[in-house]
């Protein structure tokens, strides 16, 4: 009885291993980007990308889910898709341009912390808001970071002639931009705004059309701009999202007369 007893506590702290993993990453990802190594860092926010991915799998497999891991999961994100996204969004403003040694400009320069600040909020929130289990309230955080990832990768490539990698040269070429898109970005994470979220409770067409529509339009992008396509990606998921909200409320609108 004793070495199952041991056992089990060990298995249930396999998931709480995988979590920590990713916290590690986020941390790692940090020193990386002072360091100088912004592609590094994007990376590691990656494969904490991964970890999260499959922590919460483990621990339904394992048959070992609780509020402890629920937590962790949480501290863990905000670290390294809340935190270490800022370290690449100052990364590129400190080496664009020296922040004038006035307060408005540093509080303006520094404005990207906020991100963090609002993604452990919204962690926090997502916690305890049973609201969530179709769809998201307010932006996810690992998509505020993914977008952060694909500008570090970008900015490390060699610029095409294309249209558009001149909005990217431009967008990573003004600190202004950076620091608008972080603090729309920031706000959009907190805001009870409801997005799609790809969790199918059926996988027929009648219900699904926004999601499909959003995973075909993905593939597409993807296959043809790459890395590229990841902010465009957001953008769309943004934008399917207000339109299945807009939807829905001329619906209700509609059964409610």
């Known amino acids: 009885m004793w070495l199952i007893s041991q056992q089990m506590k060990v298995k249930s702290q396999i998931p709480n291993l995988i979590t920590l993993s990713n916290l590690v990453c986020g941390v790692l990802s ?9 592609a590094l860092g994007a990376y590691l926010i990656l494969v904490g990308a991964f970890f999260d991915f499959f922590d919460g799998l483990a621990a339904r497999a394992l048959g070992v889910s609780g509020e402890m891991g629920k937590q962790l999961d949480s501290l863990a994100d905000v670290v390294t898709f809340g935190t270490a996204p800022v370290f690449i969004v100052l990364h590129f403003i400190g080496t664009l341009s020296e922040i004038p040694d006035t307060t ?3 509080i303006f320069g ?8 609002f993604s452990g ?15 998201f309230v307010g932006m996810p955080t690992p998509a505020v970071a993914l977008f952060w990832v694909a500008l570090a990768l970008i900015s490390t490539r060699e610029a095409g002639t294309g249209a558009l990698d001149s909005i990217y040269a431009a967008f990573l070429g003004s600190p202004v931009a950076l620091v608008v898109a972080s603090l729309i970005l920031a706000v959009l994470m907190v805001v009870p705004l ?5 969790k199918f409770k059926s996988y027929t067409l009648p219900g699904n059309e926004f999601r499909y529509a959003l995973l075909a339009g993905s593939v597409a992008l993807l296959a043809i701009f790459a890395i590229k396509a990841v902010p465009i990606i957001l ?3 943004f934008t399917l999202s207000v339109i299945e909200n807009l939807r829905s409320s001329k ?3 509609q059964s409610s007369n």
Do not use: C, K
């Open 30 to 38: 940090i020193v990386a980007v002072t360091r100088g190594e912004v």
């Open 104 to 106: 408005p400009a540093l």
């Open 110 to 117: 520094f404005a990207p912390v906020l991100m963090a600040a």
């Open 121 to 135: 909020y919204r962690l926090a929130a997502f916690n305890i808001d049973d609201r969530q289990s179709d769809r």
């Open 194 to 198: 409801p997005l799609i979220a790809l």
């Open 235 to 237: 953008l769309l998921y």
């Open 251 to 253: 619906h209700d609108i």
